[in-house]
């Protein structure tokens, strides 16, 4: 299973950005994967953002993301759509998937796959 990640950019405070994650693989079934999308700070931990199940009928999202971000998927793309972008959103922003059918929890140990990353900056 491959996972490519792409949009990242440069965004002003305040704007929108859309960042995407497109998985392949003769092995991948999206129905049976969730997918996510984590970020990491310069000097921080990687932290959970967002994951839906392949319906999209179960989602989670962090507090700080909350009514500003949506996880959308179509078959094996996934999609975060940023808005309200803050400068502390500045990241590089991952997209995951784990073998499940049911959201689970938030750990990145839980994932098996990772695409290589796409950087997000906010300027203030």
């Known amino acids: 299973v491959q996972l490519q990640a792409s949009g990242g950019g440069l965004v002003q405070a305040g704007g929108s950005r859309t960042v995407s994650c497109a998985a392949s693989?003769?092995?991948?079934?999206?129905?049976?994967?969730?997918m996510g999308w984590f970020r990491q700070a310069p000097g921080k931990e990687r932290e959970f953002v967002a994951s839906t199940t392949y319906s999209g009928s179960s989602s989670d999202y962090v507090d700080s993301v909350k009514g500003r971000f949506t996880i959308s998927r179509d078959k094996n793309t996934v999609y975060l759509q940023m808005n309200s972008l803050k400068p502390e959103d500045t990241a590089v922003y991952y997209c995951?998937?784990?073998?499940?059918?049911?959201?689970?929890?938030?750990?990145?140990?839980?994932?098996?796959?990772w695409g290589q990353g796409t950087q997000v900056t906010v300027s203030s």
């Open positions: 995951a998937a784990k073998r499940a059918l049911r959201i689970g929890g938030r750990d990145p140990n839980e994932y098996e796959y």
């Open positions: 693989g003769r092995t991948f079934r999206s129905q049976s994967y969730v």
